[in-house]
């Protein structure tokens, strides 16, 4: 791959958009090839991914205008939805996604982050949607995200009015989960997932599927999904050890995926 580097460090996987030159901005090329590398990330052996950015300016300064100024309204149709197919894959990953994002998250790199489970942020980050400017709309998520995320009368106001925020008014909103110096980022990021990945991952994806699908249920529906997926743990190797480690006051817990 050209614009994307991937990396495993025991059960976490890191991937990286290295497009630097560009601020890391998403063209078609980086989009396919992000799409890929979620492909092969090995589910047996990973339980938790990083996402982040090359370099120390940029996460993702946005979608390639380059590319998208010369769009027809069905290409324009066409570029959104290959950005949505690909943030709607991570969104509903199998394993925790954390985005580490290292300065620019702007359009479609504010768009990236909040696809992801988690948002930790170097304090020289800055969030916007500046779609607006451009002409056109947020297009990979931003308008349905945001107000997930954030208020929606402050999402509104960051949308509408094309405002970017920097890292500490991105926590103080509940954009990020916290703020730390660039360079204690992506250890940050790392210890973070490492935290994740020691717990039993039948559980934990389990976890992901529970909060995510049920956010778009009532109670009742959603209380049924966690039920569901609350029973689908009983019977598991993961399960069993966890109990009997809790039975036997045993610290070390060996968890197998299975």
Do not use: H, W
Not at 14 to 31: E, G, H, Y
Not at 42 to 57: P, W, Y
Request: proline share 3%; with cysteine.
């Amino acid at each position: 791959m050209e614009f994307i580097v991937y990396e495993q460090d025991g059960f976490v996987g890191t991937i990286t958009i290295n497009r630097p030159k560009a601020l890391n901005a998403l063209n078609s090329q980086v989009l396919e090839e992000l799409n890929a590398a979620l492909d092969q990330v090995d589910l047996e052996n990973t339980r938790c991914l990083i996402i982040t950015g090359a370099g120390e300016k940029s996460f993702v300064a946005g979608a390639d205008i380059g590319e998208m100024s010369s769009l027809t309204k069905e290409e324009g149709e066409a570029f959104g939805k290959k950005g949505n197919d690909v943030f709607r894959k991570i969104e509903t990953f199998p394993i925790p996604v954390i985005a580490a994002v290292n300065g620019f998250a702007l359009g479609g790199g504010c768009e990236l982050s909040m696809s992801c489970d988690i948002r930790i942020c170097s304090d020289t980050a800055m969030f916007g949607q500046p779609e607006v400017g451009l002409g056109i709309t947020p297009g990979f998520g931003g308008t349905q995200r945001l107000a997930r995320i954030i208020p929606v009368g402050k999402a509104k106001e960051m949308i509408y009015g094309a405002r970017n925020i920097k890292a500490d008014e991105a926590y103080r909103i509940g954009l990020v989960n916290a703020v730390y110096p660039l360079e204690e980022l992506l250890p940050a990021a790392q210890k973070m997932a490492a935290g994740i990945a020691k717990n039993a991952p039948i559980a934990v994806r389990n976890c992901k599927k529970a909060i995510n699908d049920g956010l778009d249920a009532s109670m009742d529906d959603a209380l049924v999904i966690e039920e569901k997926l609350f029973g689908d743990c009983f019977e598991s190797a993961d399960q069993k050890e966890g109990m009997s480690a809790f039975l036997e006051k045993r610290k070390d817990k060996n968890f197998i995926n299975k």
